[in-house]
Every structure is written in C-alpha cells, then in structure tokens.
C-alpha cells in the first residue's frame, strides 16, 4: 500500500462557500494556484478562491468522484458562457483535463478533474474518458461525447503548472514592455522619474515594486507630494504617476501571482507536503 495522501488547503480562508474546510491531495495544489492566477489574467479578474463549491467531499451528486480530494466544483454564478469556456480551458491547460462546464438546471458549475501522474484516484476514470473524448458521465464516463475546448498539449499536475507559470512571465514581459521597461537599468530609471532622483528613494522603490511592496500606497504619497507644485520635473512626475500607475498597480499583481506558482512548484519539487 502506498502512503496516506497529504491534503492541502485551497480557497479563500482555506473554505468553500458553505465555509467548509476546502482540501485537495497536496499534488493538486500547485496546479490549482497557477489556475487561480491565470484565470485573475485571462477571465476578466474572476477569482476561483472564492468560488468553490466543494472541493474534497462527499455530494451525493457528485458520485464520489470528490472523495479524495483530486476535483473541485466551481460555482459560476455571474460567469458569461465565455468566461466558463475559458476557465473550463485554462484548467486543461494547467492540469484539469477532466474539466468540463455542467449547465445543470439547480446545480451549475464547473467541475474540474486533475491528472495526478502516476497515481489513481477517483476522478481518475473521467481523466480515462476525455482522453478517448468522452464528456465523463455515465457508465466509466462514456455516456456521450466531449464537449470541451481541447487544450494545446495534454498536461497534468507536475506539467501543467510550468506551462502557467511561463504564461504568466510572458505577461508581465509584454507589461513591461508597454511601459518601455526592458531592463532593471529602465526600471531604476522609471521611478527616478517618477518619485524623484534621490538614488536611496529609487532603488527603494524598485526593490518594492519586484518584492510585491504596497504600490498603491506609494502612489499616493508621490501624488499628494507632487501634485500641488507648479515645478516642471513635478509635474512631469505627477503625469506619470497618473499614467502608468495603474498598469504598475497591475504590474505587481501579476508578479504576486506568479510568485504564487513558483512557490508552490518549489515545494512540490523539494518533496515537502
């Protein structure tokens, strides 16, 4: 027999929307946190974390395909068809393929199956299914055909999110690039710009903005100081500030959300639970 599975928290506050303890088998995880994060960027700023139905449980509609903690039901209230298509896409792209949108009359949501290498679980028929393009319900899965965007290439758990997390460094390079920020030299420059040419005051704000430091609150200091004043360099200052401090503000939370993955790569790769 193999070794007891190890559950992880997942969701906001580690709860579901009934405020349950929402868990999955600690391999799911870092899938799971690289899906949050590039639907955040891909879906219109929908936030999974706090959208779960169930995460590990025992729904009797659920045919105890989430008993062991490798699906979670998302609820879609709100949710156009498009942002549930995309969703239902990006989590077969992340390691979901047995993801699919359940349009059901009383019970909407979309459920979401991970492929755990090497490991059966539960949900491990439905991942079987899609694979032979079957929509995972009914006997073995089988009862009709997939109807869910086919992902680019076939990913699990351990693939999955080193696929995400290079989207979302391709996101925050196309940020930069938007703001002519090519290199740390350019970065250093931008905030000297911006909040003044004291060297210690810039390389502060640099080492902030790539540390994940409070922007907005920054902003707002810079704003206030700047924005009264009739100076040239002020002005100029205070015009950047109102420019490109929203895309800096959104500039930190893509590199929060890749930080995020990372993290959670790094802990799947040193065999921590």
Known sequence: MGDAPVYKSIGEHG??????????????????????????QEADGVDLDTRILQAKGSAKASAGTHSDGAAIDVRVWNLTSSQRREIVRLAREC??????????????????????????????????????????????????ADDGPKPSAWRDT??????????????????????????????????????????????????????????????????????????????????????LGPQLAELQKQVAGLARVVEQLDTTVNGEA
Request: glycine share 10%; aromatic share 6%.
């Open 15 to 40: 709860q579901d929307v009934h405020g349950r303890p929402a868990l999955v088998r600690a391999e799911v995880r870092p899938a799971w946190d690289a899906l949050v994060e590039l639907v955040k």
């Open 95 to 144: 390691g979901f393929p047995a993801s699919w949108d359940r349009p059901w009359e009383g019970n909407e949501h979309l459920h979401l199956g991970a492929d755990i290498p090497g490991v059966w679980t539960r949900i491990s028929y439905q991942v079987d299914a899609v694979k032979d393009g079957k929509n995972g319900l009914g006997r073995g899965g089988r009862k009709g």
């Open 158 to 243: 351990t693939t999955g999110p080193i696929w995400a997390a290079k989207q979302l460094g391709s996101t925050i390079e196309r940020s930069l690039r938007a703001m002519s920020i090519k290199t740390e030299a350019d970065l250093r420059k931008f905030v000297e710009d911006v909040l003044g040419p004291t060297p210690a005051r810039a390389k502060w704000s640099h080492d902030a903005l790539v540390k994940g430091g409070h922007i907005e609150r920054r902003l707002a200091r810079a704003e206030a100081r700047v924005g009264p004043t009739t100076d040239a360099r002020a002005q100029y200052a205070y015009k950047r500030v109102l420019e």
